[in-house]
């Protein structure tokens, strides 16, 4: 039976932690470094264009993935829903990962099969005009905004040093294929990728 004494303890308390934590790093993060080269030989994930990452940045920053997940479970309803499920090999390159935990609004990982992208620019301009009994608010100044792409190679150059295959080329190519987009068009582009490079993937 533990003392009153041995409860309290904070040497005890400390060596706990550092032994559950040390423990959690082994069993969770380990395997998955160990086999990341097989995880990539088998991946389907195709890194986004310039213009995509563009658009990923300007989902994040309005809080889509708030309302959104991007994470089908391997559970019938879901997959009935909103179709294939979500595979280990499916985010390696996503940085960070927008899984999500809350559904405010559906599903987005099969998005981009769905729609065309004048549904899109409709949907985010004025969601009722597409969906009556949605409750997503408008962003129709997103289709002002215009993106400068001054930052868009740094940007690249940080997700090629975590393991993106960007190449050099693609990188210097990047501000220009950005600049005089505005960030509507740009989320619309990133919102038309996902799920198109496992569309050939139809297991259930």
């Not at 989902?59 to 889509?64: Q, R």
């Not at 309302?67 to 879901?78: A, K, L």
């Not at 009722?128 to 962003?139: C, K």
């Not at 693609?170 to 505005?182: H, P």
Request: proline share 5%; hydrophobic share 40%; with cysteine.
């Amino acid at each position: 039976m533990l003392s009153k004494d041995f409860t309290q303890s904070l040497v005890i308390l400390i060596v706990a932690t550092v032994l559950v934590a040390s423990f959690s790093i082994v069993v969770l993060i380990v395997p998955n470094l160990v086999r990341t080269d097989e995880i990539r030989l088998r991946s389907m994930a195709i890194p986004l264009t310039a213009v995509q990452v563009a658009g990923r940045d300007v989902y994040i920053s309005e809080g889509c993935h708030v309302c959104h997940t991007q994470m089908v479970r391997n559970i019938d309803p879901e997959v009935k829903r909103d179709g294939r499920a979500n595979k280990e090999a499916d985010d390696i390159y996503e940085y960070p990962n927008l899984w999500g935990s809350k559904r405010t609004g559906p599903d987005l990982t099969n998005l981009g099969r769905k729609y065309s992208d004048q549904w899109q620019r409709i949907h985010l301009m004025n969601p009722r005009q597409v969906v009556p009994t949605s409750l997503m608010p408008a962003y129709p100044w997103l289709f002002e905004q215009v993106l400068s792409g001054d930052d868009i190679e740094d940007k690249m150059r940080a997700l090629q040093t975590l393991g993106v295959p960007y190449t050099d080329n693609e990188i210097d190519k990047a501000r220009l294929a950005v600049k005089g987009m505005t960030k509507g068009e740009a989320l619309v582009q990133y919102l038309q990728s996902l799920g198109q490079d496992t569309a050939g993937d139809q297991e259930r």
